[in-house]
């Protein structure tokens, strides 16, 4: 391709509005272009990245015996209210009506439509199992759509459902997509790991996400220093074992802590551990509210909150409702005497021994609190955020922290929507059951986001030669000079007639732009057609590494063959 025949709109500063490294370079090199908040246009050389990212991961789910299909992404409202997400999934579906005032949404995901595809279509088990595929756009209304594709409102998800008759079936494809997602990120060049993404069973093999380790990732992935446990912070349980004191119990006292309300401000005032203090937080389960209680240096989480109650929703209790049921501001909370709310703690609260918790008065703690003695609990459970140098729940190592970006997702989904949408097959035995179904996505524009963000330097992009949208930069410094426009020429025409994808600076611009230009795009060879043209000699240069080599145009080819094998 010329680049007097493309669109490549690179620019000279960084633009103010985005602050990670891989959307300023995407933007800055003139791959994409922001339309509105969260949607964007892929410019020519975004859009070749974008489908050699296509094609690696159509590849392996070809090989993996999915089956590609397209539907539609206008998607009638009735089939979410099959399933009953139509009520719960929020404001992030995009809703809009037609003429005749009928409901739809912009597809979020497909599950409701592929379900009723196929419950329409497959009605024997003879032909299950069956897995699926699409490359699609998807819209889905983020509340805070940001760093470019890594969370946009518009973007391009493959997603896959497949179905089966029983769950040893589901299993083995579920063991099948994730190798294929392997292969595909190892491809892609991604430095990543496939985490535990359930609290479910332990050892969560129900459903894993493939994090690209990155700082800028919006995740946190907990792993074990030693074995290969990685998991979402959010759903690592905790196997801390808490020793017990054998401090005596001192009598319960109230004291004064005038102004001292975070657990920061008592530790200092009261010169205790963190670790000797009950925070207490109330938290509307659903329909109820429950004061959870975790050590002072713990962080809740309200994702085993959730599961322990099997719960829809959990929030934290607004300032009106705490004050309202136990008479207190929130940085006074504590569970002596309380009765009208169910108490739920930490397995770290039973342990400790001479405490301090808020006594449900404003300017007053108790001090010298025996979880035992002083108050009770319904269920003490896992219900705190892991940290780092607890245990690893695998029982090998330390947990360490590391960011990710969530590129994928394997799941299984059992019979959720096939119960709900009715999706149903005869057995051997002539008998109806619900389809067991599997769902696996990738977040195809959110890999190029993050394959950038992972391959630059201060110049630009580097890709990997097989992401690149082109192999090779030819760059003529002058095309007014004769010796270099026709040797330019003649190389362009020989290498494309060679295979090679070559982008052709055919530009009348300076030799300074046209190599910055060249650094920002960042293809993994440039081929400089400069001053040595009369001698057919010309300079390659790999954008990795900076090396140069001078080559004659006879052994051009031989050379470039070779060296993007190894980039
Ligand atoms: P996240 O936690 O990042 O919001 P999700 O759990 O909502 O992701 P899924 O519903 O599992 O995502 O979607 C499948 C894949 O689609 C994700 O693994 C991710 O790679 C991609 N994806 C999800 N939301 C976005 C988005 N707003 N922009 C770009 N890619 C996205
Ligand atoms: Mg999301």
Redesign the pocket.
Known sequence: MKQSHTLIPTLRETPADADIRSHQLLLKAGYIRQNAS?VYSFMPLGKRVLQKVEAIVREEMDSAGAAEILMPALQQAELWQESGRWYTYGPELMRLKDRHEREFALGA?HEEVITSLVRDEVKSYKRLPLTLYQIQT?F?D?KR?RFG?????E?I?K?AYSFHSTQESLDEIYQKLFEAYTNIFTRCGLDFRAVIADSGAMGGKDTH??MVLSDVG??TIAYSDTSNYAANIEMAPVIADYPKSEEEHNELQKVETRNQKTISDITSYLQVGADKCVKSLLFKVDEKYVLVLVRGDHEVNDIKVKNLFAATMVELAGLEETQALLSCPVGSLGPIGVQNVEVVADHAVKAIVNGVCGANEDHYHFVNVNPSRDFSVSQFADLRFIQEGDPSPDGEGTILFAKGI????V?KLGTRYSEAMNASYLDANGRSQSMIMGCY???V???VAAVAEQFNDEKGLIWPANLAPYHLHLVAVNMKDENQSILSETLYKELQANRFEVLFDDRQERPGVKFADSELIGLPIRITVGKRSAEEIVEIKIRKTGETIEAHKDELIEIVTELLKSL
């Open positions: 969260g995901t998807k889905r983020e759509p594709l890594l969370r946009g409102r973007f998800m997603d996400e493939f919006e995740d969530e590129v994928g997702h799941f996505g990738i977040g524009s959110r890999t």
